[in-house]
């Protein structure tokens, strides 16, 4: 066996590691009943075929209300989750099949601290550099609209280092690519988001009237990941509001669930936003789509798990493994192997964006009953179990960790159920201690914690340094939890 099949049969052992790795961790995830009720039973996509309960020891299935109760103590063995028909759980499902994966970043000294690693803008750079493409199609900034998106057809280097950056809004890329067909460019690299990437390969395949176009041009395509596309139009008005000169924006991105605005030479974002509170501008076609990874590009491209000023890229074909590799060999970029940790991160964005499909609201369900039949009491005082006694009466219950928000002056508390069973109606109070004193006491009912299920609390202070009282109680067990907090700067 030569050097070049060894190192080949070593990386092929090193990514199948990564796939056995993260679908054991998937379906042994302490919280798996918790996700089960809260993403297919609450959301209503519960298919009622009853296998949660029929695999798991310490479920069944209620009919009256036509979901899956725990009986016993849950373990997280994470079976009920996993087999469950609605769920997604295989990695080649969550984020499509790929020859190879890396970690890139470029070697171009006009792209270095660009978007993320610069991948993108290299790989079009070694493709115009060695003939391979006429033309590329790009997404760049509209000079008479600033940020706004305006797809372009390029034709050299020096277009490239210009159209670098990232702008998260539609772009009709695809016009671009049909006019740049009509003007005969005969190769082109496409460079589109999952959308436009899908559009780009039905075309190729099921052409219907498209044949004299597509079989007189070669289209490799590069996928960018995308989780959200946000409408410029409702978006940008609420920067300018904040005061946000968009003409002096010279880069924006997402990094770790923010939204980040940058002026030039700032390396400090001027303005960031938690991506939550920009759901209501982002683009109503989000909420069907279902492919982070741009699963039916050649070559597909992001920044989730691969580290600061760095790109996660796929080869799915094997054409796109062999830019990316000669790419990497004349020196436009540096890769290295991915890993099972890498893997990881992209699997756990995946999953939200697959299952964010999932929009519809459960049904009522209506109990009828006979007039004469005799009416059972609302409340049904249950025998408390030793297991359950003992964990209550330990304070195991609950447990609670903290992290301090420094520059908005929060306690940020995470709450989870350590249990092993659903806690209902759970009281919370949190109060700043001065001394002996209470001061600022904040009060919560929890309406349902499921087995190992968390639940993040941000509780206002005045102080960076000092102590808050936490306690929780449930109407069936008392107090489960009561400690005192310490806080404060990090050094």
């Not at 993108?120 to 760049?140: G, K, N, P, Q, W």
């Not at 000092?466 to 069936?476: Q, W, Y």
């Amino acid at each position: 066996m030569t050097q070049e099949e060894t190192k080949d049969e070593q990386a092929e052992e090193k990514y199948k590691y990564s796939f056995d790795f993260i679908q054991k961790k998937l379906e042994g995830k302490k919280d798996s009943y918790g996700m089960l009720m809260k993403e297919i039973v609450r959301s209503g996509i519960c298919t009622e075929c009853g296998t949660c309960a029929a695999v798991c020891p310490v479920l069944e299935w209620d009919p009256v209300v036509s979901q899956p109760k725990l009986i016993g103590k849950c373990t997280g063995c994470g079976i009920c989750y996993n087999q469950c028909p609605r769920t997604i759980t295989d990695p080649i499902q969550l984020m499509g099949e790929f020859k190879t994966g890396y970690v890139a970043n470029t070697n171009i000294p006009e792209v270095i601290g660009g978007q993320d690693g610069g991948t993108v803008t290299s790989l079009l750079c070694y493709l115009f550099d060695e003939h391979l493409i006429d033309a590329a199609i790009v997404t760049m900034r509209d000079p008479a609209n600033p940020w706004h998106p305006v797809a372009q057809i390029i034709t050299t280097k020096d277009d490239v280092i210009k159209a670098s950056g990232s702008i998260y809004c539609h772009s009709q890329t695809v016009d671009s690519l049909m006019e740049a067909i009509r003007a005969d460019y005969r190769s082109i690299a496409f460079v589109g988001t999952p959308c436009n990437i899908d559009a780009v390969k039905k075309m190729m395949d099921s052409p219907a009237g498209m044949l004299r176009w597509f079989l007189r041009s070669n289209v490799i395509t590069i996928g960018l990941f995308c989780m959200d596309s946000f409408s410029p139009e409702t978006l940008y008005p609420m920067f300018e509001k904040d005061g946000i000169d968009l003409a002096k924006v010279t880069k924006m991105n997402i990094h770790k669930g923010k939204f980040h605005l940058y002026y030039e030479n700032q390396e400090e974002p001027v303005k960031s936003y938690t991506i939550s509170s920009l759901h209501k501008y982002k683009s109503s076609s989000c909420n069907f789509c279902t492919d982070l990874t741009a699963e039916n590009a050649d070559i597909s491209v992001g920044s989730v798990g691969s580290g600061p000023n760095k790109n996660t890229v796929f080869a799915r074909t094997g054409i796109g493994a062999e830019i990316i590799e000669d790419a990497a060999e004349k020196g436009y970029l540096t890769i290295e192997p991915y890993n099972a940790i890498n893997l990881n991160a992209v699997l756990f964005l995946a999953k939200l964006k697959k299952v964010s499909q999932y929009t519809v609201q459960k049904r009522k369900v209506f109990i009828v009953r006979d007039a004469h039949d005799r009416e059972e009491p609302k409340i049904k005082t249950e025998p408390v179990s030793d297991d359950a006694k003992s964990l209550i009466s330990s304070r195991r219950a609950i447990s609670v960790s903290k992290a301090l928000n420094e520059s908005n002056k929060k306690l940020e508390l995470t709450l989870t159920n350590t249990a092993g069973f659903s806690l209902d109606n759970i009281h919370v109070r949190i109060a700043n201690i001065d001394d002996v004193f209470e001061s600022k006491p904040w009060l919560t009912t929890i309406r349902e914690l499921f087995p190992y299920e968390s639940i993040d609390i941000s509780y206002p202070i005045e102080s960076l340094e000092g102590s808050v009282l936490v306690e929780a109680s449930t109407d069936t067990y008392g107090k489960i939890y009561s400690k005192t907090l310490k806080y404060e700067p990090k050094k």
